[in-house]
């Protein structure tokens, strides 16, 4: 269902709106959803007895964009355990209270190339990275607390704020974990053996089966997932839950591990970071653009859900979302050049980044002389990347005055588009 409670054909008989015009992203995300429904492969997870009674059926897609709107289709309000989509927002949290160099004591940064339940330790005993069970488990353990209670409350905690609202435990989906975890329990047993592993091994494992069990709607993972896109700001909310840093490092492992041993096909397929979950979720994202949240229980052999990954790569494909894409040359950052009685006025636009500076500074720069002023003015300009200011302010030191004490690069800059 879209936000606005239409029905899946988007159109309500009591709301004069064309729905193809008030909502066309439900559009889009209906399209992609209905390419994939006819495809009934896979099975669902029964190595957690709970989940092998889940209904296969559900089908969903939700977009939120980093703007804060968000789009749905399909059953996108059911509700499923998170399970290992899970990883990457614990790791963040992890991250933004401790730091890389002290998650890096505990858990590797690699692609270990194997599935998710891979018995997978670097020789110095870290596991490979955090998006596999092992390394998952110890991102768990160095949560903050000492008890499991303590820890699950930090997590929770921290995933409801990603989500933008209370997230419930699945009771019988955890007990059920707990009851049958011993692969899991092995994992942290090795951790703790190699002395990467933060807390005994029962408070790791048990916070973790808890973390999995987490109920999220398709709708929630979409916010979750925009909350890395923005850079760690809940695009709803607009609660800073994470640093800049803590998401772009987590955005990194899910490029690089997110899909397990499907994580190189998938970055050169749909080139989204991902992390998908044995319940029937993934998480994607698009950085500064959007999140996307999929479910659908029925799992491929690696555990990534059949029809999450048939829709995001139908999306990615038929809407160009390659993050990699080469967007074709931009029109130039230099609007218009005007030469008037010793004064240069310079009209810049859109979007600055180090190619667009570097245009601007290499074909401007000469035109600087001692009898005027070059002026370089952003006022058409949306945004400045943090780099290229510091390169344009620079300039203005660079390019002294004149004999008369007149600057010779200034910067006009109503809209405070260049960063400190
Ligand atoms: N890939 C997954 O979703 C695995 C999560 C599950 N709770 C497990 O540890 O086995």
């Given at each position: 269902m879209a936000d606005d409670g239409r029905s899946d054909d988007g159109y309500?008989?009591?709301?004069?709106?064309d729905p193809r015009l008030t909502d066309p992203v439900h559009r889009t995300l209906a399209g992609v959803l209905d390419a994939a429904r006819p495809n009934t492969d896979g099975a669902v997870a029964d190595y957690i007895p709970e989940l092998?009674?889940?209904?296969p059926e559900p089908i969903a897609i939700a977009l939120a964009s980093t703007r804060g709107s968000v789009h749905e289709a399909g059953d996108s309000r059911v509700e499923f355990t998170i399970q290992s989509a899970s990883k990457p927002f614990v790791f963040a949290l992890a991250l933004d209270a401790l730091g890389l160099d002290t998650l890096t004591r505990h858990v590797?940064?690699?692609?270990?190339?194997?599935?998710?339940?891979?018995i997978s330790l670097e020789a110095s005993g870290r596991?490979?990275?955090?998006?596999i069970n092992a390394g998952a488990i110890v991102a768990t353990s160095l949560?903050?607390?000492?008890?499991t209670e303590q820890k699950f409350r930090e997590i929770r905690k921290g995933l409801s704020r990603f989500a933008g609202r209370e997230l419930e435990l699945d009771e019988s989906v955890y007990a059920s974990e707990a009851a049958t975890g011993d692969r899991n329990r092995a994992l942290a047993y090795l951790t703790h053996a190699a002395g990467?592993?933060?807390?005994?091994v029962d408070v790791a494992t048990d916070a973790y089966f808890r973390q999995c069990a987490l109920v999220v709607t398709t709708r929630d993972l979409a916010v979750m997932a925009a909350t890395l896109a923005t850079?760690?700001?809940?695009?709803?909310?607009?609660?800073?839950?994470?640093?800049a840093d803590a998401a772009r490092w987590t955005t990194s492992m899910m490029t690089s591990?997110?899909?397990?041993?499907?994580s190189g096909e998938w970055l050169l397929r749909v080139g989204l970071p991902a992390k998908s979950g044995v319940g029937g979720g993934i998480v994607a994202l698009q950085p500064e653009q959007f999140g996307v949240g999929t479910f659908s229980p029925r799992l491929d052999e690696r555990g990534n859900s059949v029809r999450g990954v048939e829709m995001l790569t139908t999306m990615s494909e038929r809407y160009g979302l390659?993050?990699?894409?080469?967007?074709g040359e931009p029109l130039s950052p230099i609007a218009s050049l005007d030469p008037d009685d010793g004064t240069t006025v310079a009209l810049l636009r859109g979007d600055i980044r180090f190619a667009g500076m570097e245009e601007v500074l290499t074909r401007l720069?000469?035109?600087?002389?001692?009898?005027g002023c070059l002026v370089l003015d952003?006022?058409?300009?949306t945004r400045v990347g943090g780099g290229a200011s510091r390169v344009f302010r620079g300039v203005v030191d660079l390019a002294g005055t004149n004999?008369?004490?007149?600057?010779?690069v200034e910067i006009r800059d109503p809209d405070g588009v260049l960063r400190d």
């Open positions: 309500d008989a009591d709301d004069h709106h092998a009674d889940v209904d590797g940064l690699e692609p270990s190339g194997e599935p998710f339940n891979a596991p490979d990275n955090p998006m949560m903050g607390g000492e008890t990467t592993l933060a807390a005994p850079g760690g700001i809940n695009p709803l909310t607009r609660e800073r839950v994470i640093s591990c997110g899909m397990y041993d499907a390659h993050m990699l894409d080469p967007r720069l000469p035109l600087v002389n001692d009898d952003f006022t058409g300009v004999p008369d004490g007149r600057a010779r």
